[in-house]
């Protein structure tokens, strides 16, 4: 059985965002860590979603939206547990201004490549990341690079409440291997 872990953004999203109503329309699909309101403290939202992650044995598939996809990269750049895959969409580019707080490892855990099968959903009128920025992130990370065209962030204000795509792109990553070839699990650094 495979185990589904939302990675929220910065905040809370609204009721009619994808995660959100996948959340409350799917038992299986958990919040890791529940979402909350400002300030997002990324070394808090990665150490609940190491707890997340480590709670059970059975594999688990992230899917984080924005600042989640931070989150997550920074997760799997500290840390191992039992990860199949991960959707990574609308992830913000970090500048040296974002966010407040981010450290030197930061920086490098986003250069490396995630140890588990990935896929970077990017759009090309994101706010928080041109096109080619989310392009490179998708290469660092070894992750497939979907092309949603002029989608904003993905989000309630974009116009994505329901997404079909989103949900077939998900059961494609269930149904993958643990470990994509090329992705060797990294030692443990917890």
Not at 62 to 71: E, R, V
Not at 86 to 96: I, K, R
Not at 139 to 168: F, I, K, M, N, Q
């Amino acid at each position: 059985m495979t185990r589904f872990l939302l990675v929220p953004g910065r905040g809370r999203p609204r009721p009619g965002h994808w995660q959100q109503r996948w959340a409350d329309a799917r038992p299986d699909h958990r919040w890791a860590p529940p979402p909350s309101g400002p300030p997002f403290r990324l070394d808090e939202r990665v150490a609940a979603l190491h707890a997340a992650v480590t709670a059970d044995d059975e594999p688990a598939v992230l899917i984080a939206h924005s600042a989640g996809c931070l989150t997550t990269v920074v997760w799997a750049a500290r840390h191992t547990g039992p990860v199949r895959a991960a959707l990574l969409v609308a992830p913000p580019y970090v500048g040296p201004d974002w966010p407040s707080g981010t450290d030197a490892g930061v920086a490098v855990a986003l250069g490396r490549r995630l140890p588990f099968r990935s896929v970077l959903v990017a759009s090309r009128t994101d706010p928080h990341a041109t096109f080619d920025q989310s392009r490179w992130y998708a290469e660092r990370w070894g992750a497939e690079l979907v092309d949603l065209g002029p989608a904003g962030h993905v989000d309630t204000g974009s116009g994505y409440g329901p997404w079909p795509e989103g949900e077939r792109l998900v059961a494609r990553l269930a149904a993958a291997p643990e470990a994509a070839p090329g992705h060797p699990r990294p030692p443990d650094r917890a």
